[in-house]
């Protein structure tokens, strides 16, 4: 995703097992939907990485310092695409967990309303 018309994602890494079965989706995904993915994502920075005897993942780097690792073991090139595709797409924050489902800068004392309130 954009922020401010500039792209978050800076690189992504590609890492997968030339032997194992595990990685089977992912080498099938390097040939036939990565092309076309960096060729739509001139933006990104897309580095494959041969790491034997370990499952395949997708790390995101950010421009805020932070990375994101996907695990795609036994997945789909489709899949594979998808999660590729979400951490292009995302800003690469932290997730934060919201306390109420509500947020306001000036909360009720009172507490919050409800339909079930009996006089």
Same mark, same amino acid.
């Given at each position: #995703? ?7 994602? /800076? ?6 097992? $030339? ?10 995904? #390097?040939?036939?939907?990565?092309? =076309?993915?960096?060729? /739509?994502?001139?933006?990104?920075? &897309? ?10 993942? @997708? /790390?995101?780097?950010? !421009?805020?310092?932070?990375?994101? &690792?996907?695990? &795609?073991?036994? #997945?789909?090139?489709? $899949?594979? @695409?998808?999660?590729? =595709?979400?951490?292009?797409?995302? @800003?690469?924050?932290?997730?934060? /967990? @919201?306390? =109420? ?10 507490? =919050?309303?409800?339909? $079930?309130? !009996?006089?």
């Amino acid at each position: #995703m954009a922020l401010r018309g500039v792209w978050q994602l /800076k690189k992504l890494i590609v890492s997968y097992c $030339d032997w194992g079965g595990s990685s089977r989706g992912i080498r099938a995904f #390097m040939e036939s939907e990565l092309p =076309t993915f960096k060729e /739509k994502n001139p933006q990104l920075e &897309v580095v494959t990485e041969l790491i034997r005897g370990q499952h395949p993942h @997708l /790390k995101g780097f950010y !421009k805020n310092k932070n990375e994101r &690792v996907v695990c &795609v073991k036994n #997945m789909t090139p489709e $899949d594979i @695409l998808l999660y590729a =595709t979400r951490l292009r797409n995302a @800003l690469g924050r932290k997730v934060v /967990k @919201l306390k =109420t489902r509500h947020v306001t800068k000036h909360p009720s004392v009172q507490g =919050t309303w409800a339909t $079930d309130v !009996k006089f």
